[in-house]
């Protein structure tokens, strides 16, 4: 069989760009992102290689041009992006495949969750429920940390006020936060995305993990969805998360909460000044790295 071809737009840049510029691939299409290749116990070098994935008949040239405009935009911030050069390749996905198991690990999260790849054995004395992952064409394997601590603020609240009967996931790449609510006891998950690769990777990490059954997966818009919801997880853009709140809102139970992630550090104050108060009260604040995640609960009356 013939191995799918994608589409890399690779580029060396300094380590405390990487973010500004993973995202800016993300926004032009890209369905998957690798950055670097260093163990997470040690410290990150000066540089490191950030990769998109798009579809190959995506028109690279112009994916180069758009890439390199958006360094020099942004190159005030960090100079050394003034001199960066993007580059072009084909690629077999199955290159693609083996490259992401340098970046994946086993994962222990929080108390009771453990993410594991596909090719890796399962602890026999772990007492922890493992979520089985397969890195692939679709955002979410717990190792980044807005997903970390999208985990650790699911696993807290499941253990605070115990597994809310129905909780909406909103954009969600790989499934992960599906599965591990669903592990967590949450007997009905709602889990949506404009993505239909992502959709499919759901789908498919769900049976993996036998859960399928409890996680309802689908494209379906916010006022197609069987609302009100207990608990609502966004990993989105902070403009994005700001543009849903209205919609996010409506669709939580009075004294729900919602789980807010994808947010820079130097965002999250915005973020909060959307998501404020009567209808809102910030709950906890989960740092990590330069991202941070909200815990918010929407107010009684």
């Known amino acids: 069989m013939v191995a799918e071809q994608w589409l890399r737009i690779a580029v060396s840049v300094p380590t405390e760009a990487v973010e500004a510029v993973s995202y800016f691939l993300v926004e032009l299409g890209s369905i998957g992102i690798a950055e670097g290749e260093w163990r997470p116990d040690t410290p990150p070098p000066a540089w490191t290689l950030v990769q998109g994935f798009f579809p190959v008949d995506r028109d690279g040239a112009a994916l180069l041009a758009s890439l390199t405009t958006h360094l020099r935009s942004i190159a ?6 003034a001199t960066c050069v993007p580059e072009c390749a084909v690629i077999a996905s199955d290159t693609w495949q083996e490259r992401w ?19 890796e054995v399962r602890p026999v004395q772990s ?12 955002f979410g394997t717990g190792h980044h940390a807005t997903t970390h601590t999208c985990l650790e603020a699911l696993e807290a609240l499941c253990d605070t006020y115990g597994p809310p009967a129905r909780a909406l996931d909103l954009g969600t790449g790989s499934g992960v936060l599906s599965i591990a609510l669903a592990k967590l006891g949450v007997p009905s998950v709602w889990a949506t995305d404009i993505d239909p690769t992502a959709l499919e990777e ?21 006022s197609e969805l069987p609302a009100p919801f207990q608990l609502v997880v966004a990993n989105l853009f902070a403009s994005t998360l700001i543009t849903l709140c209205p919609a996010i809102t409506q669709i939580l139970t009075r004294s729900g909460h919602a789980i807010l992630s994808g947010i820079q550090s130097d965002q999250a104050e915005i973020v909060l000044e959307t998501f404020s108060a009567p209808d809102w009260t910030l709950v906890e604040h989960r740092p990590k790295d330069d991202w941070t995640t909200l815990v918010l609960r929407r107010a009684s009356d």
């Open 76 to 81: 005030t911030e960090y100079p050394a992006l």
């Open 101 to 119: 198991k340098t970046h994946f690990p086993p994962l222990p999260v929080g108390q009771r969750l453990l993410i594991l790849p596909p090719w």
């Open 127 to 138: 007492q922890r429920a493992v979520i089985g992952i397969n890195p692939s064409m679709a």
């Open 202 to 222: 759901a789908r498919k990490n769900a049976r993996v993990n036998g859960v399928d059954t409890a996680i309802h997966i689908s494209a379906a818009s916010l």
